[in-house]
């Protein structure tokens, strides 16, 4: 286990020991506005939440719907895992939040 190295928001977008970039580097704003808004949402509370239970609970839908954004989530953004998904979740966290702007006061 010492000397592993795991992904970090440093070492995010750079070699690993395994010969492959993590990905997150490549990932922008118009990869995050190609997600649905509901993926934004679960992409955006992952970093807060232990497991797809407790995300579904705060979210107030299915775990297996939880399951199967966070799989498209992947697929759409081209990251490896959910560990990936976890570091672009907050790294990206302003950029997900919802706007607390409503139409009426624009």
Avoid: C
Wanted: charged share 25%.
């Amino acid at each position: 286990m010492h000397g592993e190295n795991y992904p970090t928001l440093e070492n995010a977008g750079s070699e690993t020991e395994f010969g492959g970039s993590l990905g997150l580097a490549q990932v922008n704003r118009s990869d995050l506005q190609g997600l649905t808004p509901r993926e934004r949402e679960v992409l955006s509370v992952l970093s807060i939440a232990e497991g797809n239970r407790a995300l579904a609970r705060r979210l107030g839908i299915a775990e297996r719907t939880v399951k199967a954004h966070l799989t498209s989530i992947t697929r759409k953004l081209r990251l490896r895992n959910r560990v990936e998904a976890t570091l672009l979740s907050v790294q990206w966290a302003d950029e997900l939040r919802p706007s607390r702007k409503s139409p009426e006061h624009t």
